[in-house]
């Protein structure tokens, strides 16, 4: 696992949070994490290069990380990896608004902190020591405000709110812009870029993308591969301005592990340039994706994300987010449903489109509250909730219910849904009530499916109590299937 370099975290003014979970769950570092826990994520990003750091930040404003931690990258105050995350207590309570990472991560809070690995002078410390925990970035940003970071392998870079770039750490193919090669132990301002206003900065392994406020793109460092997009393979000192011969660009995207560069232009357009699985492409070429997040998802190796993964706020929640939140929601739902004693608020609209029953039901009736009596509060619940998410929540047990009423409502996918639930439950000894539920409300695959598991494990299911208390016609139409499928042969 190579060394970490500074993490950075840029904080301004008040966060913004929702109730809607930051999907996490595909990065295997999170894996173990609850969740309660995966629920209260804000933020998170993963690096390192094997994927497996990461640092999140909750809804409450509280920091924690977790992974290998090597070089102290986790910013804890030793190098003791973790599976349990771990608080970083001197950023809880700031306002996290920016977020890169190396071989080791910088934070923004409109000062700069950093940590980690440092063995060029990365974390801006002045030295090259490594950082345990983290540590406020000072020197010529005293004072300052900074509104954007970036980290390569080994370097870091800076956006003041006036425009201004600092660059800092190793700077052997140029990566720091300044026209030389020397590496920087403190951030140093990129004099090339006087007069031009930056808005956004990237760093891949050894390069750096810089975004104007006009939308026009610069860069500078190794080139090995044509990620600076001039057209060679010849490395750069100092900002170079890509000629894109596109709209205007209004965003950059570069990682720290790989030689990759990305754009995406104002009307949604991605762009690529760089190492591209083996290949040198010294142009910006045309793309099918619709974020620059897909660049990477498909071409980094190892798969980290280029920069902070948010949840933004309520005015950002998808179509099935907002309705998700507003399911069994009373602040505006229009009908309830009674099911043993308890009440399901949802909404008249919503069920007219989504179910025939319901569009059926209710432009026969005004009532505001219809009493249930036919199906349990578990499984009416969760066929509401179905209508909502189009997902269901249940045991496979409790799914047997649930295929119940979509064979009565003659909801097909709902019972495709069910059935594929309970498949991934079964058991030796919940088979047999399987295949029973899957006869009776004809579940054709479902059936197949429990049968052939029960011939397959036929001696310990011809012990469970479920097929001691078998009906008769089910028990003889099952030992005369067996026989044909030769499970009774010696």
């Known amino acids: ?84 995350p771990r608080r970083i207590d001197i950023l809880c309570g700031k306002k996290i608004v920016s977020l890169s990472y190396g071989t ?81 132990q403190t951030p140093c301002r990129i004099a090339a870029l006087q007069g031009i206003n930056i808005v956004q900065v990237a760093c891949g392994y050894a390069h750096t993308l810089a975004l104007t406020d006009e939308g026009f793109v610069y860069s500078w460092g190794a080139n090995s ?14 900002p170079t301005l890509i000629n894109m011969d596109k709209e205007r660009i209004v965003e950059v995207a570069a990682c720290h ?6 754009a995406k232009t104002q009307s949604g357009q991605v762009l690529m340039w ?66 043993d004693g308890k009440c399901i608020h949802v909404h008249k609209a919503l069920l007219k489109i989504r179910c025939e029953h319901f569009r059926a039901l209710l432009n026969e009736t005004d009532e505001e509250t219809i009493e249930i009596h036919q199906f349990s509060y578990l499984v009416y619940r969760a066929f509401l909730e179905y209508l909502y998410t189009d997902t269901i929540n249940l045991p496979p047990e409790d799914a047997i219910g649930l295929l119940d009423l979509a064979t009565y409502y003659r909801e097909s996918r709902l019972k495709r849904l069910c059935q594929e639930t309970i498949k991934r439950g079964i058991t030796e000894e919940n088979a047999i009530t399987l295949l029973s539920a899957a006869v009776k409300y004809e579940a054709r695959d479902l059936e197949e499916f429990c049968f052939k598991f029960c011939v397959n494990h036929l001696t310990a299911v011809t012990q469970t109590q479920a097929f001691a208390d078998m009906d008769h016609d089910l028990l003889k139409n099952f030992i005369s299937k067996a026989s044909r499928h030769g499970a009774f042969k010696s």
């Not at 406020?136 to 770039?165: F, H, P, W, Y």
């Not at 591969?225 to 100092?238: E, H």
């Not at 592990?257 to 990305?262: E, I, Y």
Request: with cysteine; hydrophobic share 35%.
């Open 1 to 84: 696992n190579l060394p970490f370099e500074p993490l950075f975290f840029r904080v301004h003014g008040k966060s913004i949070y929702t109730s809607s979970m930051l999907d996490v769950g595909k990065w295997p570092v999170f894996a173990l994490l609850p969740p309660e826990e995966l629920r209260l994520i804000r933020q998170a990003c993963v690096f390192g290069s094997a994927a497996n750091e990461a640092i999140y930040f909750t809804v409450n404003d509280e920091v924690f990380a977790l992974g290998t931690n090597c070089s102290g990258c986790l910013g804890l105050g030793d190098t003791q990896s973790t599976i349990e």
């Open 104 to 184: 080791g991560p910088h934070v923004v809070i409109a000062t700069v902190y950093a940590w980690g690995y440092n063995n060029s002078g990365q974390v801006g410390s002045g030295s090259t020591a490594n950082q345990p925990t983290p540590r406020r970035v000072s020197s010529c940003l005293q004072n300052k405000v900074v509104v954007n970071i970036a980290c390569g392998q080994l370097c870091s870079m800076a956006v003041l709110d006036n425009g201004e770039t600092y660059g800092w750490g190793y700077n052997c193919n140029g990566q720091l812009g300044l026209g030389n090669n020397g590496n920087q």
């Open 274 to 339: 760089g190492q591209c699985r083996g290949q040198a492409v010294a142009y910006p070429h045309l793309t099918h994706f619709t974020s620059t997040d897909d660049v990477f998802a498909c071409f980094a190796t190892p798969a980290v994300t280029w920069h902070l993964l948010s949840v933004d706020g309520d005015d950002y929640l998808t179509v099935a987010q907002s309705l998700k939140r507003e399911f069994d929601s009373t602040e505006i739902s229009d009908l309830k449903f009674l099911v």
């Open 225 to 238: 591969y044509g990620q600076l997009g001039t057209g060679n393979k010849s490395n750069q000192a100092v």
């Open 257 to 262: 592990t790989s030689h990759t560069s990305a």
